[in-house]
Antibody, heavy 119, light 108 residues
């Protein structure tokens, strides 16, 4: 059974960088698939942030592309999200999920972690 | 990007009743790559339907999806108490992937 778990700071100051990690168990990232980040805020609902392939190719939402970096660490079987220059509008629950990048939807999701942007 | 509009915003029904949820896309969803998710408070979305009409593993057959092109429907044939939740549609045909704003199915 594939399981995903988000971790990282729950409080980030405005203008700083939000950093989250998603640890995957029950499946080796190096074996394939894509791995994505989605966020959910009251104001914007569910929003896809971006996706990384097992080989490190990245795909970002155009609305966030200038501030997002997603990377994969196969040695630790995890992938990470960095979102720079955050504002209060970036306050949301952040989810990681297994993606298929265009052939299937997100099937396995992490439980989500609330990140608040505040000074 | 493809904008998904769900209706109604809220559906008030009783257990045992039939629920019909709509998702309309601003442009054709190629290959009918349209999914439906269920979300309960404090939980991640749970995949119900992919490819507009294929139930995910373990999803009861009271959930069914239909539609093509720009108009899609999720039907819950007889609502069980555990079905009261928020439902989202999502397209994964054209990047960026996008979600609808959700339909809340509440107990009447």
């Amino acid at each position: 059974q594939v399981q995903l778990q988000e971790s990282g700071p729950r409080l980030v100051k405005p203008s700083e960088t939000l950093s989250l990690t998603c640890s995957v168990s029950g499946y080796s990232i190096s074996s394939g698939y894509y791995w994505g980040w989605i966020r959910q805020s009251p104001g914007k609902g569910l929003e896809w942030i971006g996706t990384v392939s097992h080989s490190g190719s990245t795909f970002y939402s155009p609305s966030l592309k200038s501030r997002v970096t997603i990377s994969v660490d196969m040695s630790k079987n995890r992938f990470s999200l960095n979102l720079s220059s955050v504002t209060a509008a970036d306050t949301a629950v952040y989810y990681c999920a297994r993606d298929f990048f265009g052939s299937q939807p997100f099937d396995y999701w992490g439980q989500g972690t609330l990140v608040t942007v505040s000074s | 990007e493809i904008v998904l509009t769900q209706s109604p915003g809220t559906l008030s029904l009783s257990p045992g009743e039939r629920a019909t949820l709509s998702c309309r896309a601003s442009q054709t969803v190629r290959n009918n790559y349209l999914a439906w998710y269920q979300q309960k408070p404090g939980q991640a979305p749970r995949l119900l339907i992919s490819g507009a009409s294929s139930r995910a593993t373990g999803i009861p057959d009271r959930f069914s999806g239909s539609g093509s092109g720009t108009d899609f429907t999720l039907t819950i044939s007889r609502l069980e108490p555990e079905d009261f939740a928020v439902y989202y549609c999502q397209q994964y045909a054209t990047s960026p992937w996008t979600f609808g704003q959700g339909t809340k199915v509440e107990i009447k």
